[in-house]
T-cell receptor, first 115, second 113 residues
């Protein structure tokens, strides 16, 4: 595809429910990143996948958050037992091979609202 | 650890005036620095990046930024603001071998007639 795509664009859920957010990176990009943009915390890194290497999960805020990347392409971010403080815009980005200075290309985000 | 400070959460300029958005970084190792722009309801778009080549970096839409090591700054400028420049601007740093971007809190730019 032309760019990073994310779905759904908006998600409203009730506290305690699980949600899954999807990211389709740019075709051919082997590195994929998840960030969260919230009013209280600004833009913060969540997790990074690069090829077949073990993901860098250092930014995940709690064990309710997990992510996987199937077949080296599509990624799913799962939030279990959602809390109101999880409300945020979840941004996905991809880059070609994950080199240090590479440009990360961002998707439009998924806006999550937990009631 | 690295960090970024953006002075001024809101900046307002007149159309045609100089745009100056401030960014200071903290890093114990030579950093790579980025400016991203976010238009309403859209993702982040790269404006420009510094990767240890020329200290004056030119980006898209007439923006440029200068890396000043002595001041630990990477301010974003544009000589003449246009209405279409109204957006939120984020400065970010990548350093220390990790691939994650550390962002500043953002500056909302308003352009007035």
């Amino acid at each position: 595809g032309a760019g990073v795509s994310q779905s759904p664009s908006n998600k409203v859920t009730e506290k305690g429910k699980d949600v899954e957010l999807r990211c389709d990176p740019i075709s051919g990009h082997t590195a994929l990143y998840w960030y969260r943009q919230s009013l209280g915390q600004g833009l913060e890194f969540l997790i990074y996948f690069q090829g077949n290497s073990a993901p860098d999960k250092s930014g995940l805020p709690s064990d309710r958050f997990s992510a996987e990347r199937t077949g080296g392409s599509v990624s799913t971010l799962t939030i279990q037992r959602t809390q109101q403080e999880d409300s945020a815009v979840y941004l996905c980005a991809s880059s070609l091979v994950g080199h240090f200075q590479e440009t990360q290309y961002f998707g439009p985000g998924t806006r999550l609202l937990v009631l | 650890a690295q960090s970024v400070t953006q002075l001024g959460s809101h900046v307002s300029v007149s159309e045609g005036a100089l745009v100056l958005l401030r960014c200071n970084y903290s890093s114990s190792v030579p950093p790579y620095l980025f400016w991203y722009v976010q238009y309403p309801n859209q993702g982040l778009q790269l404006l420009l990046k510094y990767t240890s080549a020329a200290t004056l970096v030119k980006g898209i839409n007439g923006f440029e930024a200068e890396f000043k090591k002595s001041e630990t700054s990477f301010h974003l400028t544009k000589p003449s603001a246009h209405m279409s420049d109204a957006a939120e601007y984020f400065c970010a740093v990548m350093a220390g071998g990790g691939n994650k971007l550390t962002f500043g809190t953002g500056t909302q730019l308003k352009v007035e007639l």
